[in-house]
């Protein structure tokens, strides 16, 4: 039975992946989040009215569709909260709809004063949103993390306090110098304690009875852990792979695996951009996407498509085709460019995705021009695309060695276009 269907960002994020999960939630029954924490932020339209949505599953807005969050995410308690708040306000949101696994781990407020300290002392900074995801993850692997089972367990969340605060004096000091934090922190764990379960294996088991499940990625394949332009990268595995190794399922229920790429290319944060824009093309791109981060609000940095990059990701995901979102950005601009190649002053040519941030800095990108289109593209069919957007999708398509099989063509649910 192929009824899981896994839907990822195939760059640096903010590829409006929520907008799709928003579309294809309409057929799931379950849409669950498998990495990656309050760094993400997914902006709907419900109703007309904008949502930004950092935790929860953008799926939860579809009534009657079941939102969870399995073991490979880190889960801040106070925000989730707030943002349960949000969310109430235009749809009611039981323990029922939500699942929130005890596997996941917490992010304290230690965790986020050490991303600030460690992103300010820093000579070469990520960039990060300052959430706390790396500390948290880092104590994860390192096997000092707070899961969120035992986060909402008073019990086993003072004795973890305890043995940390006992090995780490700083720990100790954090929590006597930051009280009104951790009062707030231990707060919320009594109002998400309904919501905590065993996630997995209701996923594992709906999956199995033949539920359709849709997984959706938080950040970009671009920003993975292992695959990404490490070090400037998020501290999961944002890629397809992430997926069943959060939940723990079987593979073979796979159906469909899914990217979305923006039309062009953005980044926030630091790291390597071959095909970014620092002039006023750039500017216009930035300015025709509304290209400011929906957790940080920091401006983003814009660039023509970056189709080397895209099929590294495309082939490292085994991805069935790529949604290409934002197209109507492009309208107005004369001439687009496909960034299809690499040139780096001692490598020569590179058509292969490099793996080291340093190569990746001095690659200057080989372009491909294609002509633009002045017409709007919202409110049309795939049929009805001027010439020069049927040409242009094509394009990737071949740049890519892929298939695209949807485009996003505005805000609204309504503006998708299907193969
Ligand atoms: P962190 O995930 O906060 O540790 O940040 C690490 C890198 O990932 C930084 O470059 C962030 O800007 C980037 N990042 C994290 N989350 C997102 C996202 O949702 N969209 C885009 N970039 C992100």
Same mark, same amino acid.
């Given at each position: 039975m192929s009824n899981v269907t896994i839907l990822v960002g195939a760059q640096w994020g903010d590829e409006g992946k929520g907008k799709w999960v928003d579309i294809l939630a309409e057929k799931a029954q379950i849409v669950a989040r498998f990495q990656g924490g309050n760094n993400a932020g997914h902006t709907l339209y419900v109703d007309g009215q904008k949502v930004v949505l950092h935790q929860i599953p953008s799926g939860a807005f579809r009534d009657g569709t079941i939102g969870a969050l399995s073991a490979g995410v880190v889960i801040n308690p106070v925000q989730l909260v707030e943002e349960l708040g949000c969310v109430q306000q235009f749809t009611d949101l039981p323990p029922s709809r939500l699942w929130l696994s005890v596997r996941a781990h917490v992010i304290t407020p230690w965790h986020i004063a050490q991303d600030h300290a460690q992103e300010s002392l820093a000579t070469n900074p990520i960039g990060t949103t300052k959430r706390g995801i790396g500390p948290t993850y880092e104590a994860k692997y390192a096997r000092r993390g707070l899961r969120l089972g035992h986060y909402v367990d008073d019990e086993a969340r003072m004795a973890w306090l305890a043995e940390r605060s006992h090995v780490e004096p700083a720990f100790r000091a954090h929590i006597e110098d930051h009280k009104q934090e951790w009062e707030a922190f231990h707060r919320q764990a009594a109002v998400l304690r309904p919501y905590v379960c065993d996630s997995e294996l209701r996923l594992r088991s709906s999956i199995e009875q033949g539920a359709q499940v849709l997984l959706e990625g938080a950040q970009g394949a671009l920003l993975d852990i292992d695959h990404g332009t490490y070090p400037f990268v998020t501290s999961s595995s944002?890629?397809?792979?992430?997926?069943?190794?959060? /939940? &723990?399922? $079987?593979?073979?229920?796979?159906?469909?695996?899914?990217?979305?790429?923006?039309?062009?290319?953005?980044? /926030? &944060?630091? $790291?390597?951009?071959?095909?970014e824009l620092e002039d006023s093309t750039g500017l216009a791109l930035a300015r025709a996407g509304h290209e400011f981060g929906a957790t940080t609000?920091?401006?983003?940095r814009c660039g023509w498509l970056d189709a080397v990059a895209l099929r590294h990701v495309y082939k490292a995901n085994g991805l069935d085709g790529i949604i290409l979102n934002k197209m109507d950005v492009l309208s107005g601009f004369s001439t687009l460019k496909i960034c299809t190649a690499y040139d780096h002053p001692t490598l020569g040519r590179i058509t292969d995705f490099p793996w080291d941030p340093h190569v990746l800095t001095d690659c200057k990108p080989v372009y491909e021009i294609h002509p633009g289109w002045s017409e709007p593209l919202s409110q049309r069919r795939w049929s009805d695309l001027p010439a020069a957007a049927k040409s242009y999708i094509s394009a990737v398509a071949q740049a890519i060695d892929g298939e695209v099989l949807m485009v996003g063509t505005g805000v609204n649910r309504g503006d998708a276009l299907y193969r």
């Amino acid at each position: 039975m192929s009824n899981v269907t896994i839907l990822v960002g195939a760059q640096w994020g903010d590829e409006g992946k929520g907008k799709w999960v928003d579309i294809l939630a309409e057929k799931a029954q379950i849409v669950a989040r498998f990495q990656g924490g309050n760094n993400a932020g997914h902006t709907l339209y419900v109703d007309g009215q904008k949502v930004v949505l950092h935790q929860i599953p953008s799926g939860a807005f579809r009534d009657g569709t079941i939102g969870a969050l399995s073991a490979g995410v880190v889960i801040n308690p106070v925000q989730l909260v707030e943002e349960l708040g949000c969310v109430q306000q235009f749809t009611d949101l039981p323990p029922s709809r939500l699942w929130l696994s005890v596997r996941a781990h917490v992010i304290t407020p230690w965790h986020i004063a050490q991303d600030h300290a460690q992103e300010s002392l820093a000579t070469n900074p990520i960039g990060t949103t300052k959430r706390g995801i790396g500390p948290t993850y880092e104590a994860k692997y390192a096997r000092r993390g707070l899961r969120l089972g035992h986060y909402v367990d008073d019990e086993a969340r003072m004795a973890w306090l305890a043995e940390r605060s006992h090995v780490e004096p700083a720990f100790r000091a954090h929590i006597e110098d930051h009280k009104q934090e951790w009062e707030a922190f231990h707060r919320q764990a009594a109002v998400l304690r309904p919501y905590v379960c065993d996630s997995e294996l209701r996923l594992r088991s709906s999956i199995e009875q033949g539920a359709q499940v849709l997984l959706e990625g938080a950040q970009g394949a671009l920003l993975d852990i292992d695959h990404g332009t490490y070090p400037f990268v998020t501290s999961s595995s944002t890629m397809v792979g992430g997926a069943p190794a959060s /939940v &723990g399922f $079987g593979v073979k229920h796979i159906g469909q695996i899914l990217g979305v790429a923006k039309a062009y290319t953005t980044r /926030v &944060g630091e $790291g390597p951009f071959p095909s970014e824009l620092e002039d006023s093309t750039g500017l216009a791109l930035a300015r025709a996407g509304h290209e400011f981060g929906a957790t940080t609000g920091r401006p983003r940095r814009c660039g023509w498509l970056d189709a080397v990059a895209l099929r590294h990701v495309y082939k490292a995901n085994g991805l069935d085709g790529i949604i290409l979102n934002k197209m109507d950005v492009l309208s107005g601009f004369s001439t687009l460019k496909i960034c299809t190649a690499y040139d780096h002053p001692t490598l020569g040519r590179i058509t292969d995705f490099p793996w080291d941030p340093h190569v990746l800095t001095d690659c200057k990108p080989v372009y491909e021009i294609h002509p633009g289109w002045s017409e709007p593209l919202s409110q049309r069919r795939w049929s009805d695309l001027p010439a020069a957007a049927k040409s242009y999708i094509s394009a990737v398509a071949q740049a890519i060695d892929g298939e695209v099989l949807m485009v996003g063509t505005g805000v609204n649910r309504g503006d998708a276009l299907y193969r």
